[in-house]
């Protein structure tokens, strides 16, 4: 999770499944060798053009998918460089308000883990 100096989060459109057409948190696979941060680190440059250092874990969430379950590492990240781009599997990128957030197609649930962790807004 990506924030600006404005405290908007950077949100992803997902062009794939799980969930696609829906706004959600940069990320994707681990690759072997690489630590959950660094997932997250290379995930959030493929995605958006960004580059950013991964803080800290917020939380942790399984999220159901077509005969699989996600095992989903959210991580407070800071903005390091990059201009913001949306590349890889996300159609779009873009940054929000906590009040645009409420009205978005959001992944399940995203919402409610980002108020439960004390996240956003």
Excluded: K
């Amino acid at each position: 999770m990506i924030r600006d100096a404005g405290g908007r989060i950077l949100l992803v459109l997902r062009g794939r499944p799980p969930e696609a057409g829906c706004w959600s948190l940069p990320g994707g696979r681990v690759e072997p060798g690489e630590s959950f941060a660094q997932a997250a680190e290379r995930e959030v440059l493929e995605e958006t053009g960004l580059a950013v250092r991964a803080r800290h874990e917020w939380g942790r969430v399984e999220i159901p998918g077509e005969g699989d379950v996600f095992d989903v590492h959210d991580f407070a990240a800071e903005y390091l460089s990059g201009t913001l781009a949306a590349g890889d599997d996300a159609l779009d990128a873009r940054w929000f308000t906590a009040e645009e957030l409420v009205d978005l197609p959001t992944s399940a649930g995203l919402v409610v883990q980002l108020e439960r962790w004390g996240a956003f807004p």
